[in-house]
């Protein structure tokens, strides 16, 4: 196979013709086997570096039948909390040497369809799912059904799929109350999780809402039409118009509540002697923003692991494919200075 300036590339016969060890012996110094002195451990990966060898993967993995790659789907690429669970996911792969493929949904099933076809057939190992629609998952049972590890990384509505994710309806139902507590009656929520049928933090507000003797109108859902702090401004605008408005904003992700913060700062409205704003991830700007939000973690680290370990005994046991279960992380509120 020639390299990209046109050169043939070294093979593996290569290495061994200039080191005069066998082929045999030159593939096992290169995989550190201990089988190798360790003099000829050293010497044959100089001579491989020099004539720029690259083992082929392709062909071992198809051997063995494995890449030691997992797919990753995400909803939103630009989401900021979405990125910092893949980067701990990427970290928590590596270290158990595993690589990573990435792909986007943009929360569309018809784009979460292609993306799994692709790693099908790039012969991933196992798929991590970011789902673009929690109540449209029949064409995801059908690739578990057939045997294919695979994790989705949130809260489902129903059962039947492995499942490692932060418990939303917990953290839905922790901000409400926490709002609740300091007083408010009526409470705006930014609920940017409509678009993927994601109700379960909207479902947890009401029943803080219920349990306070609340009316189910006291919750005042509008629909941002995005996830982005543009979005947040202009569905704050909205709220306010709300008669009466209302005095306290639970908004589903930071980005909206900091689009929230932007809008409460241009039109003079004191932030949180006059409106209280609460979000959801808490995301690294959160806590220095020049209000600092309180918000809902968004355990990263915990998903990461979590689901790095649940996809890889699933890997590594095939009769662990057809069982499935439900981890949820419990949300810690953060306090800050925004409610």
């Given at each position: 196979?020639?390299?990209?300036?046109?050169?043939?590339?070294?093979?593996?016969?290569?290495?061994?013709?200039?080191?005069?060890?066998?082929?045999n012996t030159v593939s096992l110094a290169l995989r550190g086997s201990p089988r190798i002195p360790e003099a000829t451990r050293t010497l044959i990966p100089r001579a491989a570096q020099r004539l720029d060898y690259l083992p082929n993967h392709i062909a071992r993995s198809l051997a063995n039948r494995a890449t030691r790659t997992i797919?990753?789907?995400?909803?939103?690429?630009?989401n900021p909390t979405l990125t910092l669970a893949a980067r701990a996911i990427e970290r928590e792969l590596s270290a158990a040497g595993y690589g990573m493929m990435f792909a986007a949904s943009d929360s569309k099933v018809a784009n979460e369809k292609k993306a799994l076809a692709l790693f099908q057939s790039c012969q991933v190992d196992g798929i991590l799912i970011y789902p673009a629609d929690h109540r449209?998952?029949?064409?995801?049972?059908?690739?578990?059904?057939?045997?294919?590890?695979l994790l989705m990384l949130a809260q489902l509505p129903e059962e039947g799929l492995e499942v490692v994710a932060v418990d939303d309806r917990a953290g839905g139902y922790k901000a409400a109350r926490y709002l609740i507590a300091k007083g408010h009656r009526r409470i705006a929520m930014l609920d940017g999780g409509r678009v993927l049928h994601n109700r379960e933090k909207v479902e947890g507000a009401r029943r803080a809402m219920q349990e306070a003797g609340l009316a189910s109108e006291a919750l005042i859902a509008i629909d941002p039409c995005g996830h982005g702090p543009a979005n947040g401004f202009a569905a704050m605008g909205e709220a306010v118009r709300r008669q009466p408005p209302p005095l306290a904003v639970f908004a589903s992700t930071d980005s909206l509540a900091l689009g929230a913060l932007s809008w409460c700062r241009d039109h003079g409205v004191a932030v949180p002697d006059q409106v209280a704003i609460v979000g959801f991830d808490n995301t690294d700007v959160a806590a220095f923003c020049e209000i600092p939000l309180t918000t809902i973690n968004y355990a990263a680290d915990e998903v990461s692991r979590l689901s790095v370990e649940?996809?890889?005994a699933k890997i590594?046991?095939?009769?662990?494919r057809a069982r499935t279960a439900t981890r949820l992380i419990e949300p810690e509120l953060i306090i800050r200075k925004s409610a």
């Open positions: 196979m020639p390299t990209g300036d046109g050169r043939k590339r070294a093979r593996l016969a290569d290495v061994a013709q200039a080191t005069g060890f066998s082929i797919g990753l789907i995400m909803t939103d690429i630009m449209d998952l029949d064409h995801v049972r059908a690739i578990g059904a057939a045997g294919y590890p649940r996809i890889l590594a046991d095939p009769d662990a």
